[in-house]
């Protein structure tokens, strides 16, 4: 059962566009909220996270917007460039678990020159 | 930098073979997990460790184990390996203290013939 529903599979992109890719979750335990960066041929690394207690974070280009009472949140690439082109995840974690995360299925993003 | 290392970024192997894929890192973290990435399902949990000789299964454990017995390193074995294991394989570490991030390492893809 799949706890964390990401769309789209696949986005493409103009540089300078706003890609925004979308999550929704069921578990109203999950209290932790990352996004992970994949690059081809490396293992991912964490982007950005939010808690649901403020409904958006920014750090440079890159936003989350969360919306508790839908139950979703998404991940905003401001002016990107080409170099942002990679596989994008985002991932929820159960209150009180220190270890776990359900990750969603993935996002392919591409950004043209 | 934390360093999370597999031993081998590709591994072929046929079916019935005993396969292990090992993994250390460097942070002296207490948790380490072992997920696999398949196209369309993101990463999925196949075993974790919070401590040295514990584990717990995660969402897809059937038809591999887990071995732990020092803090650094942490070793997924394929019992009898299967074509349907054909994935790439991906270990991850963490610290428990707060909203610490996994590491991972940049995976092993593994082909059973």
């Known amino acids: 059962q799949q706890q964390v529903k990401q769309s789209p599979q696949s986005l493409i992109v103009q540089k300078g566009g706003i890609p925004i890719i979308n999550c929704a979750y069921e578990?109203?335990?999950?209290?932790?909220f990352p996004w992970y960066q994949q690059f081809p041929g490396k293992g991912p690394a964490l982007l950005i996270a939010i808690r649901p207690d403020v409904s958006e974070k920014k750090e440079g280009r890159f936003t989350i917007s969360f919306n508790k009472s839908a139950k979703q949140f998404s991940l905003h690439i401001m002016d990107s460039q080409p170099g942002d082109s990679a596989t994008y995840f985002c991932a929820a974690r159960i209150s009180g678990s220190a270890r776990q995360l359900t990750f969603g299925s993935g996002t392919q993003l591409t950004v043209l020159p | 930098d934390v360093k999370v290392t597999q031993s081998s970024r590709y591994l072929v192997k046929r079916t019935g073979e005993k396969v292990f894929l090992e993994c250390v890192q460097d942070m002296d973290h207490e948790n380490m997990f072992w997920y696999r990435q398949d196209p369309g399902l993101g990463l999925r949990l196949i075993y974790f460790s919070y401590d040295v000789k514990m584990k717990e299964k995660g969402d897809i454990p059937e038809g591999y184990s887990v071995s732990r017995e020092k803090k650094e390193r942490f070793s997924l074995i394929l019992e009898s390996a299967s074509t349907n294991q054909t994935s790439m394989y991906l270990c991850a570490s963490s610290s428990v203290r707060g909203d610490q991030p996994q590491h991972f390492g940049d995976g092993t893809r593994l082909s059973i013939l």
């Open positions: 578990n109203t335990a999950f209290d932790y």
